[in-house]
């Protein structure tokens, strides 16, 4: 059977699902602007709410989101 | 006389991308990547990935190959990098999965017996009983291409790995993974099992 904590995270993750989300390659799309919102002290998840949600459930991206953040405060700051 | 890489603006990082001080440009931005990269991928690489300068230089050529498809609406360089990252990410998920297959890893099951097992039996097998009338619902919901995919990302497969052995991509990957999230949320509600009893029964 299942390992429990995965299985939790997979009905997390359905807990989450919402009948329309943006795909890997929207969120990569918008990703840099996103980003930017946040390191510009704004809430881009007001105004990228597609792209928040795929963060919360894509791990994927979520892991690339962190390691961009943290590559652009090593080099966009300064 | 060339302009240090940090006070090139976006159009000037174009221009000379694209014109005759394309060298220094091209080794200015080398450089910014492998700082970002060393930041972004501190304490997630082993011995066994390729190194930061792979990783910078693949992402270069991605970078070189694409800039028409830069529209400005950030500091290039911050675009840049976030293609930087990605191609390292995508390299590293590649050469850690390369010698699993993906009936392997449909197959890697999970053993993990809970502590309290002998202490509270019964929560366990209600726990159990759960797991398994969900295995039910996706073996009977889903299709087969999204039971196969479903059940490897369960076990770690990275959707970029899923993809590869399933002949697609990684964002047709999730949107057929959503689609299975969607049938499996929408079965459990005509079950009137709600993810919140689910969790409560697991400890939260």
Redesign the interface.
């Known amino acids: ?8 995270a ?6 989450e ?1 919402r ?1 329309v ?1 943006i ?4 969120c ?1 799309e918008q ?3 996103f ?2 919102m946040k390191l510009s002290g704004l809430d881009p998840g007001q105004a990228l709410p597609l792209v928040q949600e795929h963060l919360e459930i ?1 791990g ?1 991206c979520r ?2 989101f962190e ?2 953040m ?7 700051e ?1 | 006389m060339a302009v240090p890489a ?1 006070e090139r603006g976006n159009e000037q990082w174009l221009a000379e991308l694209r014109g005759p001080a394309r060298d220094r440009a091209i080794a200015d931005l080398r450089l ?1 990547l492998l ?8 304490g ?1 690489t082993s011995s066994i990935d390729p190194s930061l300068e792979d990783f910078a230089q693949e992402a270069l050529i991605k970078i070189l190959d694409n800039l028409d498809s830069f529209r400005g ?3 290039f ?3 840049a ?2 293609i ?3 191609t ?2 995508a390299e590293i ?1 590649h050469s850690r999965w390369r010698d699993v297959s993906l009936d392997e890893a449909i197959e890697r ?4 017996e ?1 502590a309290d097992t002998l202490e509270d039996p019964s929560r366990f097998a209600a ?2 009983m759960i ?2 009338q ?2 039910c619902f996706i073996d009977e919901e889903l299709t087969e291409k999204q039971r196969r995919a ?1 059940l490897a990302a ?3 497969m ?3 790995a899923v993809a590869d052995r399933m002949n697609t991509n ?3 990957l ?2 057929l993974l ?1 689609d299975a ?2 049938r ?2 929408k079965r ?1 509600a005509a079950e009137r099992l709600t ?2 009893d ?2 409560g029964a ?1 400890g939260g």
Do not use: S
């Open positions: 059977m299942f390992d429990r904590d995965i299985f939790k997979l009905i997390g993750e359905i807990a699902t009948e989300e795909g890997c390659d929207e990569f990703l840099d602007r980003v930017n894509c994927e892991d690339e390691a961009f943290a590559a652009l405060r090593a080099t966009e300064t | 940090r910014i700082r970002g990269l060393r930041a972004a991928l501190h997630r609406e950030c500091r360089t911050v675009w990098q976030k930087a990252v990605r390292a990410f998920r099951q999970g053993h993990d809970p726990q159990a797991m398994t969900f295995r479903l369960m076990n770690g990275p959707l970029e990684r964002n047709a999730y949107k959503h999230r969607k499996l949320k459990m993810p919140q689910v969790l697991f």
